[in-house]
């Protein structure tokens, strides 16, 4: 039976440990790829996967590959069957978290990288210690290096919310009803304006695929039978 081509964006400084979860529970039916996100840009991050892209694929990103996979959608690549946007925002980097973020980028440069990892983890986990545990241990994989790079380039990033319209593929916005980062109200805005759009909001913080994966997983195996065509 053919399998549905899809490439897993990971979070922030985040590696395929967030997406694990759930892509054990789709192994029948999805052949994954986890992208690298290796470039300083969420632009680069886009190019990256189109480059080695397959002939038909569904991006899901989660937080960060959020932002990279609403990229990847608005390039309008003819490839592209699909795009699940979880725990994510078209919106810039507010002003809470530039000033946090470039505080963090200046303690990992002075070497207080572990101690950016712990915070990072702290944050992102929303007090749930294992969870703090697992983001801080993924962050420590990525490297001093590849934080910066992405931590940067999610400062960086652009306001998408006037474009979302555009987009023409299937989209499914997955939120987390507990999510500080991204709230839910940032999910409906998207899937307000992207044509066609489904919506899921789930009982859980800003790291749905570890938190709640069988939800992640049910929605992703639901729309991708009903909204998104296998290739041949």
């Not at 986890?34 to 080695?52: K, N, V």
Request: net charge negative; proline share 5%; with cysteine.
């Amino acid at each position: 039976m053919s399998k549905h081509q899809v490439i897993f964006v990971p979070g922030l400084a985040a590696d395929g440990r967030l997406w694990q979860p759930v892509i054990d529970r789709l192994s029948d039916i999805v052949e994954p790829t986890i992208a690298r996100c290796s470039g300083t840009s969420i632009a680069d991050f886009a190019d990256e996967i189109l480059a080695d892209a397959p002939d038909k694929f569904v991006i899901a990103g989660i937080s960060m590959g959020g932002y990279v996979a609403l990229e990847v959608a608005l390039r309008g690549d003819t490839r592209l069957a699909g795009a699940a946007l979880v725990n994510t925002n078209a919106r810039p980097a507010s002003p809470l978290q530039l000033q946090r973020s470039t505080t963090f980028l200046e303690d990992a440069k002075r070497g207080l990288f572990d101690t950016v990892a712990d915070k990072l983890g702290e944050i992102v986990a929303g007090g749930k210690a294992e969870l703090a545990t697992l983001a801080a241990a993924m962050t420590r994989t990525v490297g001093r290096d590849g934080y910066l790079r992405q931590q940067q380039a999610v400062l960086d990033r652009l306001d998408q919310r006037s474009k979302l319209r555009q987009i023409a593929v299937p989209a499914l916005v997955i939120a987390g009803d507990e999510d500080r980062i991204s709230a839910p109200s940032l999910a409906n805005e998207i899937a307000r304006s992207v044509p066609g759009a489904e919506l899921e909001i789930f009982p859980c913080g800003h790291l749905s695929t570890v938190e709640v994966p069988e939800m992640v997983a049910a929605s992703l195996r639901d729309w991708l039978s009903r909204r998104v065509e296998v290739a041949a």
